[in-house]
Protein backbone atom coordinates (compact mmCIF):
# COMPACT_ATOMS: atom_id res chain seq x y z
CA UNK A 1 0.00 0.00 0.00
CA UNK A 2 1.48 3.25 -1.12
CA UNK A 3 0.92 6.06 1.62
CA UNK A 4 1.45 9.78 0.96
CA UNK A 5 1.70 12.00 4.62
CA UNK A 6 0.64 15.18 3.94
CA UNK A 7 1.06 16.97 6.87
CA UNK A 8 -1.74 18.42 5.54
CA UNK A 9 0.37 21.24 3.39
CA UNK A 10 1.05 19.23 0.07
CA UNK A 11 1.12 21.45 -2.62
CA UNK A 12 0.87 20.30 -7.00
CA UNK A 13 3.02 21.23 -9.40
CA UNK A 14 5.12 23.84 -6.72
CA UNK A 15 2.20 26.27 -6.17
CA UNK A 16 2.19 27.86 -2.84
CA UNK A 17 1.83 24.99 -0.14
CA UNK A 18 -1.96 24.95 0.92
CA UNK A 19 -3.20 22.21 2.90
CA UNK A 20 -5.39 18.94 1.65
CA UNK A 21 -8.70 19.96 2.36
CA UNK A 22 -11.62 17.10 2.68
CA UNK A 23 -15.16 17.21 2.94
CA UNK A 24 -16.77 14.53 4.91
CA UNK A 25 -20.83 14.38 4.35
CA UNK A 26 -22.62 11.35 6.40
CA UNK A 27 -25.89 10.05 5.73
CA UNK A 28 -27.75 12.50 7.10
CA UNK A 29 -26.27 15.62 5.41
CA UNK A 30 -24.01 16.74 8.34
CA UNK A 31 -20.66 17.61 7.39
CA UNK A 32 -17.21 17.71 8.77
CA UNK A 33 -14.34 19.27 7.05
CA UNK A 34 -10.92 18.50 8.34
CA UNK A 35 -7.04 18.78 6.12
CA UNK A 36 -5.67 15.27 5.24
CA UNK A 37 -2.77 14.39 6.94
CA UNK A 38 -2.25 10.72 5.28
CA UNK A 39 -3.46 9.41 2.06
CA UNK A 40 -3.18 6.22 1.02
CA UNK A 41 -4.97 3.85 -1.82
CA UNK A 42 -7.06 2.42 0.87
CA UNK A 43 -7.98 5.26 2.67
CA UNK A 44 -6.89 8.12 4.46
CA UNK A 45 -6.25 9.80 8.10
CA UNK A 46 -8.19 13.21 8.40
CA UNK A 47 -7.59 15.92 11.48
CA UNK A 48 -11.05 17.52 11.48
CA UNK A 49 -11.69 21.20 11.91
CA UNK A 50 -14.67 21.65 14.48
CA UNK A 51 -16.76 19.64 16.10
CA UNK A 52 -16.79 15.76 14.51
CA UNK A 53 -20.41 15.48 12.90
CA UNK A 54 -19.43 11.40 11.85
CA UNK A 55 -18.97 8.65 14.17
CA UNK A 56 -17.50 5.07 13.26
CA UNK A 57 -18.99 2.81 10.97
CA UNK A 58 -20.70 6.13 9.05
CA UNK A 59 -20.96 5.61 5.53
CA UNK A 60 -20.11 9.10 3.84
CA UNK A 61 -19.35 11.30 0.90
CA UNK A 62 -15.77 12.53 0.30
CA UNK A 63 -14.75 15.62 -1.12
CA UNK A 64 -10.42 15.97 -1.30
CA UNK A 65 -9.73 19.62 -2.47
CA UNK A 66 -6.03 20.67 -2.69
CA UNK A 67 -6.79 24.27 -3.70
CA UNK A 68 -9.22 26.09 -3.06
CA UNK A 69 -11.14 26.35 -5.48
CA UNK A 70 -12.83 22.93 -6.62
CA UNK A 71 -12.41 19.04 -5.22
CA UNK A 72 -10.26 17.30 -7.75
CA UNK A 73 -11.38 13.68 -6.18
CA UNK A 74 -14.82 12.62 -4.37
CA UNK A 75 -15.66 9.52 -3.41
CA UNK A 76 -17.16 7.00 -0.52
CA UNK A 77 -15.46 5.79 2.70
CA UNK A 78 -16.38 4.24 5.59
CA UNK A 79 -15.41 5.93 9.00
CA UNK A 80 -13.19 3.44 10.96
CA UNK A 81 -12.67 5.84 14.04
CA UNK A 82 -13.24 9.17 15.60
CA UNK A 83 -10.99 10.16 18.59
CA UNK A 84 -9.45 13.29 20.05
CA UNK A 85 -6.39 14.86 18.91
CA UNK A 86 -5.39 17.37 21.85
CA UNK A 87 -8.03 20.56 20.92
CA UNK A 88 -9.54 19.03 17.88
CA UNK A 89 -10.22 15.68 16.31
CA UNK A 90 -8.68 12.71 14.17
CA UNK A 91 -10.61 10.20 12.01
CA UNK A 92 -9.55 7.40 9.11
CA UNK A 93 -11.50 6.92 6.55
CA UNK A 94 -11.57 3.59 4.47
CA UNK A 95 -12.06 4.31 0.61
CA UNK A 96 -15.57 1.87 -0.51
CA UNK A 97 -15.67 3.90 -3.94
CA UNK A 98 -14.47 1.86 -7.06
CA UNK A 99 -14.19 2.83 -11.05
CA UNK A 100 -13.02 6.33 -12.30
CA UNK A 101 -12.64 7.38 -8.96
CA UNK A 102 -10.06 5.14 -7.95
CA UNK A 103 -8.09 6.09 -10.57
CA UNK A 104 -8.20 9.70 -9.82
CA UNK A 105 -7.27 8.73 -6.14
CA UNK A 106 -3.98 7.01 -8.03
CA UNK A 107 -3.44 10.27 -9.84
CA UNK A 108 -4.07 12.41 -6.90
CA UNK A 109 -1.40 10.03 -4.62
CA UNK A 110 0.66 10.48 -7.53
CA UNK A 111 0.81 14.18 -8.03
CA UNK A 112 0.95 14.91 -4.47
CA UNK A 113 3.90 12.74 -4.03
Known amino acids: MQALGTDATSVIGGDAQEPVRVWIE???GLISRGLVEVLSESGAVVRLI???SVSSGDEATVRIAVNRTAPVMGGTARVRWVRPA???SECELEWTHSGPEREQ??????ALG
Open 50 to 52: GAA
Open 26 to 28: NGE
Open 86 to 88: GET
Open 105 to 110: LAWLIL
